[in-house]
């Protein structure tokens, strides 16, 4: 069943190896190298949207597994897809980071 009240955003919306005609929905320049449902579920949650994360193929390409996060409608579409872009962008340089000081020893 749909669910009316909750905005969907797919992780193809932020992934700056699509063309916007493969489901890119942000500028290059605010989009994130293959982004994964994990950062997608962390960047929401860091905006306190409470999300909903679901693994599913995307229609536009059905033969890639994706998925989605669905959050409450709450601000327009395009003004939560900015922010989520950019807090994306945090949550991947988090990571990053991490990963580097993770393999060092102390």
Known sequence: MKEYERY??????FNSELRRSE????????????PKVDELDEACRRLNLQPSPQVARYPGRSGVESGYVSVK???PKRN???????????????????ERSGGRKK
Not at 8 to 13: H, I
Not at 23 to 34: E, H, L, S
Not at 80 to 98: F, S
């Open 8 to 13: 969907v955003f797919w992780v193809q919306y």
């Open 23 to 34: 489901g890119r929905r942000v500028p290059v320049n605010m989009a994130t190298r293959d």
């Open 73 to 75: 409608k709450s601000k």
């Open 80 to 98: 939560l897809m900015d922010k989520i872009a950019k807090e994306l962008i945090v949550v991947r340089a988090a990571r990053q980071r991490k």
